[in-house]
């Protein structure tokens, strides 16, 4: 009977723990931050090099480079990466970031 209790109270808490950090896991996807940055782009090759080399980044989940607008917009991980880290990174490839652009995810900072 102490055996069954034993075996019992051990399954209880490894089911306990598992819960708990599938449920951390969710919360930490959900903390993803997004920035657009407007960058001296002027051609496909040049956009294509962002596209090519800011994925391997620590931190960078998504991306999408827009020609017309010159902008880059990223999708990150904040507990890996920042968005000056980033656009150091674009600065790196050679292209300077001229600024933030503020989208609707990204209310103006009063």
Same mark, same amino acid.
């Given at each position: 009977?102490?055996?069954?209790?034993?075996?019992?109270? &051990?399954?209880?808490?490894?089911?306990?723990?598992?819960?708990? /950090? #599938?449920?951390? !896991? =969710?919360?930490?996807?959900? $903390?993803?931050?997004?920035?657009?940055?407007?960058?001296?782009?002027?051609?496909?090759?040049?956009?294509?090099?962002?596209?090519?080399? &800011?994925?391997?980044?620590?931190?960078?989940?998504?991306?999408? /480079? #827009?020609?017309? !607008? =010159?902008?880059?917009?990223? $999708?990150?991980?904040?507990?890996?990466?920042?968005?000056?880290?980033?656009?150091?990174?674009?600065?790196?490839?050679?292209?300077?970031? &001229?600024?933030?652009?503020?989208?609707?995810?990204?209310?103006? /900072?009063?």
């Amino acid at each position: 009977m102490a055996n069954y209790l034993k075996i019992t109270l &051990l399954a209880t808490l490894f089911a306990f723990f598992a819960i708990s /950090v #599938t449920a951390k !896991d =969710k919360k930490e996807k959900a $903390k993803d931050a997004e920035v657009t940055f407007v960058v001296e782009i002027d051609c496909e090759n040049c956009a294509n090099k962002v596209r090519e080399n &800011l994925p391997f980044e620590k931190g960078v989940k998504d991306l999408k /480079v #827009t020609l017309a !607008d =010159k902008t880059v917009w990223v $999708k990150y991980s904040p507990k890996k990466t920042t968005k000056e880290q980033l656009a150091a990174a674009i600065n790196k490839l050679g292209y300077q970031v &001229l600024g933030e652009k503020q989208t609707e995810e990204q209310p103006a /900072v009063e």
